[in-house]
Nanobody, 120 residues
Framework: QVQLVESGGGLVLPGGSLRLSCAAS????????MAWYRQAPGKQREYVAA???????NYADSVKGRFAISTDNAKNTVWLQMNSLNPEDTAVYYC??????????????WGQGTQVTVSS
């Protein structure tokens, strides 16, 4: 079993910044990637960004140039630096980890989410 604990959410003014963190613990093995998703009220969960253990990153178009994902493999921790926030970024942000065992079976875990509210 794997546990993901997110932190760093809160209320921020438009144009402000927040840094989210997600720490994974438990039976960690062969990580494919760690990622952030978000879900705004009344909307489906959407992809935000992902990072591989090698440091390869990928971003949704809506956050490119404003958000930066990073990781510490030794600590199984991923961060999301969010800059130039706007009200459309308001959502619950979820951390995800995807791992594969030696027989290529996928193990996908999610955190409980952390609320980010951008408002004046």
């Amino acid at each position: 079993q794997v546990q993901l604990v997110e932190s760093g959410g809160g209320l921020v003014l438009p144009g402000g910044s927040l840094r989210l963190s997600c720490a994974a613990s438990g039976s960690i093995f062969n990580i494919d990637h760690m990622a952030w998703y978000r879900q705004a009220p009344g909307k489906q969960r959407e992809y935000v960004a992902a990072i591989s253990p090698a440091g390869t990153t990928n971003y949704a178009d809506s956050v490119k140039g404003r958000f930066a994902i990073s990781t510490d493999n030794a600590k199984n921790t991923v961060w999301l630096q969010m800059n130039s926030l706007n009200p459309e970024d308001t959502a619950v942000y979820y951390c995800e980890i995807l791992m594969y065992n030696p027989t290529n079976i996928a193990y996908d875990y999610w955190g409980q989410g952390t609320q980010v509210t951008v408002s004046s």
